[in-house]
């Protein structure tokens, strides 16, 4: 399946946009634009396959996703050996469920509406019931299953 994340503007805070996944859609939550911190700011524009990945890390421990491949633009599943040092190499840009922008590194969260949440940072943009829509898009694509890519524009 070819997922399409279209991007709304850019905003000082976050990336929002709107994941198409065949027929159903889901709002999307990145960290800004910020290329010189390559692991918090959202992935660059272009075509990613989406390879299966098991976070063994963090607070995601054990989660099955898939990590965004474009060796063109420096993303990879895992740390790359043959690699052009021209560009900044981000590692493990996942999709994953999350709610605010400060939550993600170099990830995409899904969610299934938008609105503002206030832990304790004030008012922050949000998607909301990431954890249903990262749940959806796992039914649709099938568990760690290949052969599926993303267009980010």
């Known amino acids: 399946m070819i997922l399409t994340?279209?991007?709304?503007?850019?905003?000082?805070?976050?990336?929002?946009?709107?994941?198409?996944?065949?027929?159903?859609?889901?709002?999307t939550m990145e960290q800004p634009d910020n290329d010189d911190q390559p692991m918090h700011s959202c992935v660059p524009k272009g075509a990613y396959s989406l390879v299966p990945h098991t976070v063994v890390n963090g607070p995601l421990a054990g989660l099955q996703t898939w990590a965004l491949f474009n060796a063109t633009l420096g993303v990879f599943p895992e740390p790359a050996i043959d690699y052009d040092e021209a560009y900044p190499m981000r590692v493990a840009c996942?999709?994953?469920?999350?709610?605010?922008?400060?939550?993600?590194?170099?990830?995409?969260?899904?969610?299934?509406?938008?609105?503002?949440?206030?832990?304790?940072?004030?008012?922050?943009p949000s998607v909301l019931s990431s954890k249903d829509a990262f749940d959806e898009i796992v039914t649709l694509l099938g568990s760690m299953t290949t052969g599926h890519s993303l267009v980010i524009q």
């Open 5 to 27: 994340l279209n991007r709304d503007a850019p905003r000082l805070d976050c990336q929002e946009g709107i994941l198409e996944a065949g027929t159903i859609q889901y709002y």
């Open 94 to 124: 996942l999709i994953h469920p999350a709610n605010q922008a400060w939550q993600l590194e170099g990830c995409i969260a899904p969610g299934k509406a938008r609105g503002l949440i206030d832990i304790g940072k004030g008012l922050l």
